[in-house]
């Protein structure tokens, strides 16, 4: 039987550096289920995106499998939205929240031997501005402590710097409000947001319980709390599963959603720190959050609606002025990704939406 062609583009600085053992065992459990890969170091952030366009428009591969970070993993799909090209994700950095959304081991070799026989199904794919998204995109204290994140001390210490990070954070930020509207429809403003595309954050916690990548929705959850006793309550919710039960918190399915990013508020994609000063489509698109400029990227029409959306929600001319922060329009990139999985999705459960 031939062999199957793919290619595997790695993140080397991701994982704390263990890339010379876990290549090896990746490559060689790939070449003993079928598939034979061609190894593709990055050199620096966004670069993974460029080269899985580049195996894409050639054609060559049928699948890119992307062996690092969910940032790695944000940066391959980019590249390969709007091809038929598949994308395998192979858990190799600190979070690895893709891999425990499609049910894969947290070991690489072993993940890649589920992946190796594992159908191609269909995941949708969020844009943040012009930069695309797997798992969310929130805004508030988490993306503040990201910014604020030194990141050799994340790849020494990984969740460890993550956490003592926020609480620093936590103890200082002023939790300014963001102005939100959900489908149209104002909402009352949060502190924090978050957009989720798959139910889990930070871990195995579940911000957003009903979220599934495979039904065309988004699901927002929105805290509306200020402070930081309020803040700390609402995270210890986030980790016991309590949260949706509060009343300052909501949830909510949606298709489309702009929000405003005051200046001292924190912006995240997947895990990464996004800047956000300037206009709506600066906040999306720059940062090692990479670009969606690919066959699938957003039309002329969607763009003008964009801006169209970031004047309304403003009260002002769609350019922001220096120190008034942003505004995101989050919506769905128009054609879903192949992502290989061994199992579809599970439902989204049934519960009432709070509103605030």
């Known amino acids: ?27 060689r459990t790939c070449r003993r289920e079928g598939f034979e890969l061609e190894p593709v170091p990055t050199a620096a952030p966004g670069q993974a995106t460029d080269l899985a366009g580049d195996l894409a428009r050639e054609g060559r591969v049928e699948a890119v499998f992307a062996l690092g970070g969910d940032g790695t993993a944000r940066e391959v799909a980019a590249g390969l939205l ?19 959304a499609l049910g894969l081991p947290r070991d690489p070799a072993a993940a890649a031997a589920v992946l190796c026989h594992a159908p191609a199904r269909s995941f949708d794919a969020g844009l943040a501005g012009a930069s695309a998204f797997l798992m969310m ?27 003592l990070q926020g609480v620093r954070e936590w103890w200082r930020y002023g939790y300014p409000e963001i102005e939100i509207v959900a489908d149209g429809e104002q909402l009352p403003p949060a502190t924090f947001l978050a957009v989720c595309n798959i139910p ?41 599963g309590r949260h949706t039960r ?71 001319p769609e350019q922001a002025q220096p120190g008034e922060g942003a505004t995101m329009v989050v919506r ?13 999705p599970a439902a989204r459960p049934a519960h009432p939406e709070r509103r605030t």
């Open 137 to 163: 995109i929130s805004a508030g204290l988490d993306g503040r402590a990201l910014a604020a994140l030194d990141r050799g001390l994340k790849t020494r210490f990984g969740k460890t710097a993550v956490a």
């Open 82 to 100: 709007g091809s038929r090209t598949a994308l395998g994700i192979l858990p190799g950095g600190t979070a690895n929240l893709m891999a425990l």
């Open 246 to 316: 509060r009343a300052d918190v909501s949830v909510r399915a949606v298709e489309e959603v702009v929000f405003s990013v005051p200046p001292e508020a924190g912006l995240q994609v997947d895990g990464d720190p996004i800047p956000h000063a300037g206009s709506g489509g600066a906040a999306g698109s720059a940062g090692s959050a990479g670009s969606a400029a690919s066959p699938g990227s957003e039309s002329s029409r969607a763009e003008r609606s964009d801006a169209a959306a970031s004047a309304d929600l403003a009260g002002r």
């Open 1 to 27: 039987m031939p062999m199957r062609r793919a290619a595997l583009i790695y993140n080397p600085t991701a994982g704390r550096g263990r890339w010379e053992r876990v290549l090896e065992a990746v490559l």
């Open 332 to 344: 769905l990139a128009p054609d879903p990704l192949l992502v290989l999985a061994p199992a579809a």
């Open 200 to 240: 889990y954050y930070g871990g195995s916690y579940r911000m957003a319980p009903g979220a599934r990548p495979d039904d065309r929705r988004f699901e927002l959850v929105t805290f509306h709390g200020s402070g930081r006793a309020a803040t700390l309550a609402f995270i210890l919710g986030v980790m016991s």
